[in-house]
Each structure stands twice: as C-alpha cells, then as structure tokens.
C-alpha cells in the first residue's frame, strides 16, 4: 500500500523504520513544524522529519492538520492508508475521509484503557503491571475508534516511562507492519472497543511532576519514574529546583516527610511510610550526578526537600 506516515517524538521511529523495511511504500510523512529544543532553545525538526529527510522522503508540517493546503497535498499524494505514532496533531474528518483504508493509529496502552496524550505515564502512576500497544482506526473521538490488534507488555518493577516507552515502540512497530499487512489482505478485521474500562491518560504538567514528600513511599516511587524523562520528577532544596531521578526504598528507620539523613555515600528522604534512597538528581543549571555527590557540594545543606 501506498502510506503517508504520521508521527512526530523519537517513539515513532521504530515504526517508521519498520513501514520503510516493509513491503508497503512510505511515500511522504506528516508531522509536527519544528519547534525550539533543548537548553539553547534553537529550533529544530521533528525526529520523524529528521529521519524521513535523511530517507528522502517529502515532510509536510502544516500548523494544523486542517489546513486547506494539507488537505489539497494529501488529495494529490492520494495515500491509500495513513499510519499514524504520536503524531501529535487532531486530524479533521475531511483528512480521515481521504485515504480508502483509513489512518490506523498505533496507541502505547491496551485500549479502551489510557485513552489520551500519555498512556505510558498514567499506566506506571497507577501502578499497572501490565501494559502494551493497541491498533486502532482513527475516529474523531479521541482514540475510541475500533481496535485491530494489541501486543502486552510486562511493566517492570524499575520501569521509567523512557525504558517502558522503548519497548513498546519496538513491540508496537512490529504490530502496526502486521496490521498493516493484514489490512491489504484482508485478514484483519476491527472491533469495537469495549464501553467498560474505559480511563484517560492527560498529559503530564511541570506541576503533575513535583514530588510530595508528605506520600507514600509506593506512590513517590511511582510518579518519579512516571514523569522521567519527561516532564522531570522535581523538588525544591533551600528554595532551588532539583530534579530527580528514580528512587529506592530504604529500610532504615523511618523520618519525617521530607526531612534529609546525609551519609557518605547515600541520601535517604522522609515519606509519610519508609524512607527513600536519591539515586540521580539534577540541580538547576547542572549536569546530573549521584545524589551523595550533590550534597557534598552544598556550601549549606538543606534539613528538608520540598521548600
């Protein structure tokens, strides 16, 4: 089939490499404009345009998917079927109606659950041990539209949602060649989703991503490895932001929320249940290092995380 390939963050190259590696032929890719990036702020291509211009590929970036002048280009491209990995963008109908075999959406979570923006972060919030990848058609409700297929995936007792996101990406690429191949055959057919289960997964604000001390051990460990890489768990220390990376539970005596126990080669923090070990932390305007590392060059260290 002829495919127009919609996408847009680093999840969505596994697929788009696979769709290239197939028997099917990507003959152009959407994606998001460029956008400033990284601590310079300078502004950058997508990685999807990235690659697709390293594979010479024609790259459309319209502000908005319904933009006359896209809809006009994907008439002329006349795609006969439109995959998409977090492309990022709400696709009109008058675009859904273009390509015969419609856009199939590739979604990090099994559906009906964690419909939305961040399916991975919301599956490691709550505490899921199992997760994985759904195809689906694109509908204008947001991902409700009936599913093709899923693959599971075992979520790890240290998952972040980076490490979960890596794995499924490449288990959903996998899934989305399948369906694909199954589609032009004939040999998959779509189903409803179920009306029951159903959970939404908004993204993940700077402020969703502060730590509370004042929680339970589980729940701290839980959100810091839900918000890394991004948006970055945080706390404050003497007033300046800290960024945190995973944590440990300690089993030493217990201290109160928040409090600070300094040794010489570890940093335990009070919860309102055990203490937890400071891996990694990232102090503003610095690189990341060991926790141990970054209390040692504190001219004053704080008592407490949190204010």
């Known amino acids: 089939m002829r495919l127009l390939f919609a996408g847009t963050p680093e999840v ?3 697929s788009l490499q696979a769709l290239l590696d197939s028997r099917h032929e990507v003959v152009a890719v959407l994606t998001r404009p460029a956008a400033p990036a990284g601590r310079g702020r ?15 590929l024609e790259v459309l ?9 896209f809809r006009d280009r994907l008439a002329e491209i006349a795609p006969d079927c439109c995959p998409v990995v ?21 979604h990090f979570s099994l559906l009906p659950a964690w419909r939305g923006a961040a399916p991975v972060q919301h599956a490691l919030l709550a505490g899921d041990e199992v997760t994985g990848a759904t195809t689906f058609r694109l509908v204008k409700e947001l991902d409700a539209g009936p599913t093709f297929g899923m693959v599971t995936e075992t979520v790890r007792p240290d998952d972040t949602t980076g490490s979960l996101g890596t794995r ?27 009306t029951v289960g159903v959970s939404l997964a908004p993204k993940l604000s700077v402020d969703d991503a502060r730590v509370d001390w004042g929680a339970p051990a589980f729940g701290i460990d839980r959100r ?31 201290l109160p929320a928040g409090d600070l126990s300094i040794g010489r080669r570890q940093v335990v923090v009070g919860t309102a249940t055990e ?27 704080p008592r407490r995380l949190g204010e």
């Open 168 to 194: 499924l990406a490449e288990h959903g690429a996998r899934l989305l060649v399948a369906t694909l191949d199954g589609i032009e055959d004939g040999t998959v057919e779509s189903r409803e989703q179920p």
């Open 42 to 56: 300078q502004t950058a291509g997508s990685p999807v345009a990235r690659v697709a211009t390293e594979r010479g």
């Open 12 to 14: 969505a190259l596994p």
């Open 86 to 106: 977090g492309y990022g963008g709400l696709v009109p109908q008058s675009a859904l109606d273009v390509p015969p075999k419609g856009w199939v959406n590739l």
């Open 224 to 254: 810091i490895r839900a918000c890394t890489p991004e948006p970055g768990a945080w706390t404050l220390a003497a007033g300046q932001r800290l960024v945190v990376g995973p944590v440990e539970v300690d089993v030493s005596d217990r």
């Open 275 to 301: 203490p937890v070990r400071l891996g990694d932390v990232k102090p503003a305007g610095k690189s990341w290092m060991p926790a141990a590392a970054w209390a040692r060059g504190l001219r004053q260290v």
């Open 61 to 69: 970036t319209p502000n908005r998917p319904s933009d006359p002048a």
